[in-house]
C-alpha cells in the first residue's frame, strides 16, 4: 500500500467487541468437558424418573491402538441418536465398552518377548495373560480419553469390558449353556486355519483377497473299472497342489456329460503321448487338452456315470510309496461342476468343505486324514514331503507346493501345469492367506434342537435366528436384513474354538478314554458349574489356568483322574456376542428386559458382531437379543479402501 493512500479500515465504522476473533475451541473444548464431567451430565440428564428407557448398545471397539476416523465417525453417529432420544423424552442409556481379548493383543506381547529375547512358551500362561490384560488396560485408558475428546456423551467412568472378572464369569456361563443344553460338540473337520496366527479363524475372521496359485492337471489310473474305460485316466484339475497327498476319492456329477478322449498328436515337451486316453467333461476336454499341449484329439465314447461309480482309481503316488497303497474309490458329488478344470474334483476331505461333507454322508469318517500341522506343515509320517510348509510363518509361500508338483511330474502324475490368479481367503488380522486343515475343534450345532425350552421363535438356533431377522427386528437400511438371513441360512456350524491363551477357556471336561460321539464324552454337571462361575467372579477367567483348577473344579464330584481339562478359548465373537448379557441383562443401567432398541455398526458387522450376538443369543434365550439394527458405510482412504488399523491406512 503506498504512503498516500489511505488505510481505509480507519474510514469505516466497525463494530467493536471484547470477544475473541477466534473461538479457540481446541483449547477452550477440553475445559467445557472437564466441567460437563465435574456436574456428572451424563446422570443429571437422566435424573428425572418416568421416562420410557432407549438402549442403544455399544458394540466394542478393539482394544489396541488410537482411534482413528471411522471410529469417530461411529461413535458420532451413536451419539446424535442417544441425545436425540433424550431429548424426545426417552431415558436413553449408552455404556461404552471395549472388546479386550483376542490374538491382536497376544501379538503385542510376543513381539515385546522377542524383542526381549523372551520364548513365550516359556512363560507361565497366567504371567502372559497378566501382560495383556495390562497391555489391553492401557489402550482402554488412551482410547477412553479420545473418544471423550469428541464430545461423545456415555457412561465413561464404568464401561463395560470383556476381561473385567464378571465379564468373564458371564462369557463362561453363557458358554456352558450350550455344553448344558446339547449343542455343543467336538467334532474334526477342516476349518479356516492361519498358519501365521497358530489357530482356527471364524467365517467373520476371513476376507478375500487375489491370490495366485499354482494350478495343476493330475490323471489319476484306474484300479478296477468296466472294460470301455480299463485303459484310461480320470483328471482332476486343482489350486492347491499340497492337498494331492492327503487325496481319498475322485467326484464327478451325474449331471455333467463325460467323454473318453483319445491324444492323436502332442507339441514338443508335452506330458502327454499319442494313444493315451483321458476322461473329461465334455465341455472341458479341448480347453484341458490345449493346456496339456495337445495338437489333436480324438472323442472316442461316452462315459457313463455307471462306468465311474463302478471305477476305482490309484493314487498318483501309489507306486511311489506304500503310504498311498490304498483304494481311491470314485464318488457322486453336487458341487463338481464343468464351470473351469475338469469336470472331476480331487477330494481331500480332511481340506475342504464339500470333500468333508462327501464323507460325511457316506460314513466315511476314518479315512480322513491327519497330514498337516498347525504351521502348515507336513507332518513326520508323511514320506518325501515332511516339514516341508505351504505357506511360512510371515504367510509367504512354503515349498510344499512345488515339491508335490515336482514328485507328480517324477511319477508321471502329471499333464500339465499353471499358475491362476483367483480370489483366496485370507486372515483379516495378518492379511495372510488361510488353508482348509482338519483339527480337532469345539463347535456349536446350530441346527440341533436346543431343548432349553425357549422354543417360542424355533427349536434350533438357525431357526430361532431366521425368525429373528424376519419379525423382531427393525433393519436400517432393510438390505441388512437380506444380508444377515443370507449369511445365516446358509452357514455351518460355528467353530467355537481358538487354540490360544488370553481369552476365555471353554470351560469343560472330556472323559478319558471316551469318544466325541459318546454320550459322557462331555461333563454335564451343574455344581460344578457353579463352582467355575464362582472362581471367575473373583479371580476372572485366570483361575482355571491356576496350577490344581481341575482338582478344585471336579474334586469331591467326580474323580479329577477320569477326566482331561480343555484349555482352547473361546472365539471373541463369542465373547462381544455375550454383551447382552453382561451388559443389557446384569447391569442396573441396562435394559429392562435384556434387550437393546438398538445396535448400530458399520456393514462388515453383519459377519461380525450382529451375526455372533444373534447366534450367541438364540442359543442362550431363544431370540435376537436386539429389537432394531442401523448400519452405516466406512471411511475411505484415497485409493477407496475401507480404513483400518490393520491396514495402517487411517486418519
Partial sequence: MGSDTPDYKDTLNLPKTEFPMRAGLPQREPDWLARWEKMGIYDRLREKTGRAPFVLHDGPPYAN???????????????????SQQMLGRDARYIPGWDCHGLPIEWKIEEQYRAKGKNKDEVDVVDFRAECRKFAEGWVDVQREEFKRLGVTGKWEN????????????????????????????????????????????????????????????????????????????????????????????????????????????????????????IFADKLAADALDKSRVTTFTRVADVTNDQLADAVCAHPFAEMDDFWSYDVPMIDGDHVTDDAGTGFVHTAPSHGADDYECFVKRNWMDRMTHNVGEMSEFLPHVPFFAGLQVFDHKGKEGKANTAVIDKLVEAGGIIARGRV??????????????????????????????????????????????????????????????????????????????????????????????????????????????????????????????????????????????????????????????????????????????LADLYLEGTDQHRGWFHSSMLQACGTRGRAPYRGVLTHGFTLDEKGMKMSKSLGNTI
Fill in 159 to 278: 464401561p463395560y469390558l470383556t476381561m473385567n472378572f464378571h465379564a468373564e464369569r458371564v462369557i463362561a456361563e453363557e458358554f456352558m449353556k450350550f455344553l448344558m443344553n446339547g449343542t455343543l460338540y467336538q467334532g474334526s473337520k477342516p476349518v479356516m486355519w492361519s498358519p501365521v496366527e497358530k489357530t482356527a479363524l471364524a467365517e467373520a475372521e476371513i476376507e478375500y483377497h487375489d491370490h495366485k496359485s499354482h494350478t495343476i492337471w493330475v490323471p489319476f489310473k484306474f484300479r478296477s473299472a468296466p472294460d470301455a474305460i480299463a485303459n484310461a485316466r480320470v483328471v482332476i484339475w486343482t489350486t492347491t497342489p499340497w492337498t494331492i497327498p492327503s487325496n481319498k476319492a475322485v467326484a464327478y456329477n451325474p449331471k455333467i456329460a463325460y467323454g473318453l478322449y483319445r491324444v492323436d498328436e502332442t507339441q514338443d515337451e508335452s506330458w502327454t503321448n499319442v494313444g493315451d486316453l483321458y
Fill in 421 to 594: 490368479t483367483h480370489s483366496y481367503p485370507h486372515s483379516w488380522r495378518s492379511k495372510a492367506p488361510v488353508i482348509f486343515r482338519n483339527t480337532p475343534q469345539w463347535f456349536a450345532a446350530i441346527d440341533r434342537a436346543v431343548g432349553d425350552g425357549q422354543d417360542t421363535y424355533g427349536t434350533t438356533i438357525r431357526e430361532r435366528a431366521l425368525t429373528s431377522i424376519d419379525k423382531l427386528v427393525k433393519w436400517t437400511p432393510q438390505t441388512g436384513r437380506n444380508r444377515l438371513y443370507s449369511m445365516i441360512e446358509a452357514r455351518p456350524d460355528w467353530v467355537l474354538s481358538r487354540q490360544r491363551a488370553w481369552g476365555v477357556p471353554l470351560t469343560c471336561f472330556t472323559k478319558n478314554g471316551c469318544l466325541p460321539t459318546d454320550d459322557d464324552f462331555l461333563l454335564r454337571n451343574d455344581a460344578i458349574n457353579a463352582r467355575i462361575s464362582e472362581a471367575f467372579e473373583t479371580e476372572g477367567a485366570d483361575a482355571w489356568y491356576k496350577d490344581g483348577a481341575k482338582e478344585r473344579f471336579l474334586s469331591g464330584i467326580v474323580n479329577p483322574d477320569e477326566y482331561t481339562q480343555v484349555f482352547d478359548i473361546l472365539d471373541v465373537w463369542f465373547d462381544s456376542g455375550s454383551t447382552h448379557a453382561f451388559v443389557l441383562r446384569d447391569r442396573e443401567d441396562g435394559s429392562d428386559d435384556g
Fill in 65 to 83: 491402538g488410537h482411534l482413528h476416523i471411522g471410529h469417530a465417525l461411529n461413535k458420532i453417529l451413536k451419539d446424535f441418536i442417544v441425545r
